[in-house]
């Protein structure tokens, strides 16, 4: 039996997300930029979240300033790593192809992403072979 997942909740992720964009921000801002993104939210459930989320170790918290100031406590690439690791389990049994046909078929790709995709691929081929 698979092990719970302890990362992100998707509200966390959006949190996350406004961070890696913004850089470290006070809740103010982070506050700002989800109402500009069109959530429904108010000040202080944002500066809640955002404590919780220090609590929970996802979020790292300047206190220096008057206002504190958070940022991601991990790398975005990390983070990204760790979601699409636990997806991949949960949802196609660890079946990569399985699950990068079900992207492929979903999304219509730009011509540079495909270019992009291409070279991934090979990147990947040539470290196998090492």
């Given amino acids: 039996m698979r092990k719970a997942s302890n990362g ?7 949190y ?6 913004l850089g470290p921000s006070t809740a ?19 500066l809640r979240m955002m404590q919780l989320m220090t609590e929970k170790g996802l979020l790292a918290r300047n206190e ?11 790398e975005r690439e990390l983070t990204q790593g760790s979601l699409l690791e636990d997806l991949l389990e949960r949802v196609f049994d660890g ?3 399985e699950m990068l046909a079900a992207t492929l078929s979903r999304r219509k790709m730009k011509p540079q ?3 992009e995709v ?13």
């Fill in 95 to 97: 079946n990569t192809l």
């Fill in 28 to 46: 103010r801002r982070v506050f700002e930029a989800l109402v500009e993104e069109g959530e429904d939210t108010n000040y202080p459930a944002v």
């Fill in 113 to 115: 992403e495909r270019e």
């Fill in 64 to 74: 220096e300033e008057r206002s504190h100031v958070y940022r991601p406590a991990q």
């Fill in 118 to 130: 291409t070279r991934l691929l090979a990147q990947a081929d040539g470290k196998r072979k090492r």
């Fill in 8 to 14: 992100p909740t998707p509200m966390e992720v959006t």
């Fill in 16 to 21: 996350l997300r406004v961070l890696w964009h």
